[in-house]
């Protein structure tokens, strides 16, 4: 049947006006930006005329007969029974958004239905396995109840276009309109350009003798994100946040290296715009680990250093060591570089310094000697007034050419504590984002990223929440020696947990009286300006946060807990943090 189904579908395509043909493909180009002296080009407008054509073929008109209809029609007292079977098939055809997923047999692969989420087989032989994974359009016929035939072009789609598609999808629906979906995935097409994918919609003829053709290397993720910032340098365009933000997610000594094998051997086989791609993929993992070791976040002290030491020596089989050495310098200079550029403001350094090195006054002379839980609040009462004091003294353009920077804070612990449940209050309230992490034997670590003097005062205030816990437990221990055994067990953890709740009652409570303060007596709002330069930076560390809801069932003795809770509340100013200027 499905030999059958083509007959007749080129059949139908030979019916379909050359001038509707024509007069939609110049709709899609007036939108767009095509040299029809370049190659990319000719290919874009030869694609053009494919996606037109099919398109027309199904679109109904002002009746509501679509071209595919009328040919049936016309077919159906002519045809044999197998032939009328197939002219049924065809007449179900539509549009679909799928996921090639994998190859099942010699003639099946399987695909998710994105619309629906369900799984159906093409018959295809000629899908290659390197397309996998890849997002596609495509008109299918329906030949029995679980397996399709593709008819026409297959469209392999990047993110935007995508995203043009996906809007179609309604909850419990399907796509709401597969026509109009098309249409406004192939006008996205030529307008800003298709993604080319290698035995889909992209057939290069390259000589079997080529040094460069290898038959053992499969077209994965990297190819495919190499391959759209080529087009984007083609058009003399930057390479599109998407892209970035999907190189940077898979940065990996690997995947580094193979970047920069790829761009090594693609330049020795004369393909300039391929190598300028993976170099620049490169580039972007580089400056993405410079980036999570400044924030703290890099398990390698120094990587792009350690790296350079062993990434030749893995590659000395394929390509010499200075080459690859060549590379990676010229690459680590241009990172260089760009840090350069950022304004060198000597003023603004002193002072950032200023402030940090109160800072550390200020862990100098409370850490060291315990504290109380009023101490605590001391300490924060002071470390706001100096990060407030530094953020109004500095303009928009001053505070964001700041680098933001992050520290780790080791646990040495695999379960949680009352303790942690002061964590992100504590990052919100030095404007910091917050994460846990866990190292390899289990114990989890915090990490607080965002502007370098709003760091340093998380790490300080964290050092005296954990030495206010230590010394309120032991005035509580004192002062409740009625608590024994297990009731002893109950009530310290029913305290720290008190403790806890109160701290971060009080924390949120001192930052929302300090940020209405500073809205009313400055006329500015430093939060939503910070938030946004962190949002921006933590963007590009590349990194994939997963959100756990902890829900925990506790036994709570209630005179221990509202200790802690009133102790948690209390705030009285030390003299240990007032003289600190």
């Known amino acids: 049947m499905a030999e059958q189904v083509g007959v007749h579908l080129q059949e139908a395509f030979d019916n379909i006006s050359k001038i509707k043909i024509r007069e939609t493909v110049m709709q899609w180009l007036s939108h767009s930006r095509l040299d029809t002296n370049e190659v990319a080009s000719q290919n874009t407008m030869i694609e053009a005329f494919a996606l037109a054509t099919q398109l027309l073929l199904f679109m109904p008109s002002m009746n509501g007969r679509r071209p595919i209809d009328r040919f049936i029609r016309d077919r159906r007292t002519k045809c044999s029974p197998q032939a009328l079977a197939s002219l049924y098939a065809l007449e179900q055809s539509r549009f679909y958004l799928l996921r090639l997923q994998s190859r099942t047999g010699p003639l099946t692969v399987s695909v998710e239905d994105l619309a629906t989420t369900s799984e159906i087989t093409l018959l295809d032989e000629d899908i290659p396995n390197h397309a996998m994974g890849f997002a596609v359009g495509v ?171 062993i990434i030749s020596q893995d590659l000395i089989e394929f390509i010499a060591a200075a080459e690859v050495n060549e590379l990676f310098d010229k690459l680590r200079l241009k990172i260089t570089i760009s840090k350069n550029k950022k304004t060198d403001n000597k003023d603004q350094e002193t002072e950032l310094t200023r402030v940090l090195l109160r800072i550390q006054a200020l862990r100098n002379k409370t850490i060291e000697q315990g504290c109380t839980e009023q101490e605590a609040f001391a300490s924060a009462t002071k470390v706001a007034e100096l990060l407030d004091r530094y953020g109004l003294s500095l303009g928009e353009v001053e505070i964001r050419e700041q680098a933001c920077e992050g520290i780790g804070i080791e646990t040495g612990r695999r379960r949680r504590t ?105 006329g500015r709002d430093l939060v939503p300006l910070k938030s946004s330069i962190v949002e921006e930076e933590l963007e590009k560390l590349g990194m994939n946060f997963k959100f756990k809801s902890v829900h925990r069932k506790q036994l709570i003795e209630h005179e221990a807990f509202e200790a802690g809770h009133i102790a948690g509340q209390k705030f009285t100013p030390h003299h240990s943090v007032e003289d600190i200027e």
Request: charged residues 25%.
């Open 139 to 309: 008109y299918l016929t329906p030949i029995s109840n679980s397996h399709f035939i593709t008819i026409g072009t297959i469209s392999p789609l990047n993110a935007p276009a995508l995203a043009e598609g996906l809007s179609f999808i309604r909850e419990g629906k399907g796509l709401s309109n597969p026509q109009r979906c098309a249409a406004t995935i192939y006008s996205h097409i030529i307008k800003y350009g298709a993604m080319w994918l290698e035995g889909i919609n992209f057939f290069p003829e390259v000589s079997s003798s080529d040094p460069a053709l290898d038959n053992n290397i499969r077209f994965d993720e990297l190819d495919r994100l190499a391959l759209c910032i080529k087009n984007s340098f083609e058009k003399n365009e930057e390479p599109i946040s998407t892209h970035i933000f999907e190189t940077r997610q898979l940065t990996s000594y690997e995947a580094l290296r193979d970047c920069l094998a790829r761009s090594l051997l693609s330049r020795q086989a004369g393909r300039k715009g391929v190598s300028e791609a993976y170099a620049h993929l490169a580039f972007i993992m580089m400056e993405t680990y410079e980036r999570r070791a400044t924030a703290g976040t890099s398990s390698i002290e120094n990587p792009l250093i350690k790296f350079r030491e």
């Open 418 to 522: 009352p303790i942690d449940d002061c964590v992100p209050t504590l990052g919100d309230f030095c404007d910091c984002k917050v994460w846990r992490e866990k190292d390899a034997l289990g114990a989890f670590r915090y990490v607080f990223f965002g502007l370098p003097a709003d760091v340093k005062a998380a790490h300080y205030l964290y050092e005296v929440l954990m030495r206010t816990f230590e010394t309120e437990l032991l005035r509580f221990r004192m002062d409740n020696v009625k608590f024994i055994g297990a009731s002893q067990r109950s009530a310290i953890n029913s305290f720290q947990i008190g403790l806890a709740h109160g701290i971060c009652k009080k924390l949120a409570s001192m930052k929302k009286e300090r940020d209405d303060f500073n809205r009313r007596s400055s």
